[in-house]
């Protein structure tokens, strides 16, 4: 899939043409992974988030205001849509909170389906 060289899901997914950008993506879930067996039992919970197109000045910018590029960084996303800052911020919220208690090593994506496929 063409799209998967725009760095989405790169810790989670393999991507052609971008294997610098996947070896530390797949770096950093790894390193969340072990760091998450070593703190543990200290009662520390460490997890990865792992967001899909969200809408930033970075995404903005590069799609220079285009509706039409601005329609294929859209199309990535399964949902239809890009992800707000927010809906990023509240994955965090949740997984820094006591629901979320039992959840240490995870990469979780909140990446309105992108990995899923």
Known sequence: MQHRQHGLGGGL???????????AKHGVVGLTKTAALEYAKAN???NAVCP??????????????SPELDAMVV??????????PEEIGEALVWLSSSAASFITGAALPVDGGIVAQ
């Open 44 to 46: 520390i919970r460490i």
């Open 13 to 23: 997914v393999g991507m052609p043409m971008a294997p610098a950008y996947v070896a």
């Open 75 to 84: 199309s990535i996303e399964p949902v239809g849509r890009m992800a707000q």
């Open 52 to 65: 899909g197109v969200v809408r930033t000045p970075m995404i903005t910018s590069g799609t220079n205001g």
